[in-house]
């Protein structure tokens, strides 16, 4: 049987991990190629996105690795541009570039603020400044868009700049889903809450004794006792990029285990 995205084109902008093990951006890209689409896998480092190629093409699938800096307009719009020469078409656009940066807004530099809010904020609206032409063309399109639990609750720890810029992401996605709603264009956005990838143990373990720690206490965080996967935010992404999503935008899908509903 075909695949739910069969034969469509998908641009996966942070398609590679940062560490061994499996992204967000890692594991939709490949579970994007399992379902039939041709995938773009966009990543800073080079070896991140070919190994997430690598994997995909092991499996059969169709998918080309390039690189780019979400926040160089020409780095992005050169990528859409190799893309729709290759394949002549974007049916979907994933957003899953973001970093983290502890510090609240005494200890935090100002560069430190700009950097976190160019990466996460700055870093969708390029991609999607480069795209949405190309969609509101084909006159459909799906947009995805990585936030997190931060955007609406605070999460046990200190980063300021992280809170604001998943925040915008989430407003961003409703902006844009109504703003293009007439045009066959969905834009919905996911947001992880306590997830075991590579990230966190390179950017969040530090607010912990040892990696260990990390994982038990943010396991106990979970109401069903156990942190989610880059396959959880993997599987919310098809779905969400998928056709039978037809009637759905402007949502903001917490993947969380329950925590959106816990009171304090």
């Not at 720890?157 to 409703?174: C, D, E, M, R, W």
């Not at 902006?175 to 390179?202: C, E, F, S, W």
């Not at 720690?213 to 943010?218: D, F």
């Not at 037809?246 to 917490?254: N, S």
Request: net charge negative.
């Amino acid at each position: 049987m075909p695949g739910r995205l069969e034969g469509q084109v998908a641009l996966v902008f942070g398609a590679g991990s940062v560490g061994p093990g499996w992204g967000n951006g890692k594991a939709t890209s490949v579970l994007f190629a399992r379902e039939g689409a041709k995938v773009v896998a966009i990543d800073i480092n080079p070896a991140a996105a070919e190994e997430t190629r690598a994997i995909i093409a092991g499996e059969g699938g169709t998918c080309d690795a390039a690189t780019a800096d979400v926040t160089s307009s020409e780095a992005v719009r050169a990528v859409v541009d190799a893309a729709l020469r290759r394949h002549g078409r974007i049916d979907i656009l994933h957003n899953n570039v973001g970093i983290t940066e502890m510090g609240g807004p005494v200890e935090l530099s100002e560069e430190a603020w700009h950097r976190v809010l160019d990466i996460n904020a700055t870093g969708m609206f390029l991609t999607c400044k480069h795209v949405l032409p190309v969609m509101e063309r084909q006159g459909k399109g799906a947009i995805v868009n990585i936030s997190s639990l931060a955007a609406i609750r605070y999460t046990g720890y200190p980063y300021i700049a992280y809170y604001a810029a998943k925040g915008a992401v989430n407003q961003f996605t409703v902006g844009l889903a109504l703003q293009y709603a007439a045009k066959g264009i969905r834009v919905n956005a996911i947001m992880p809450g306590y997830m075991n990838t590579p990230l966190i143990h390179q950017q969040i373990a530090g607010q912990y004794a040892s990696g260990e720690e990390m994982v038990r206490a943010r396991d106990s965080l979970s109401p069903t006792g156990k942190m989610g996967t880059g396959w959880d935010i993997a599987h919310a992404a098809l779905f969400l990029a998928s056709d039978e999503a037809a009637y759905i935008t402007g949502v903001c899908l917490p993947v969380d285990g329950g925590v959106h509903c816990r009171v304090g």
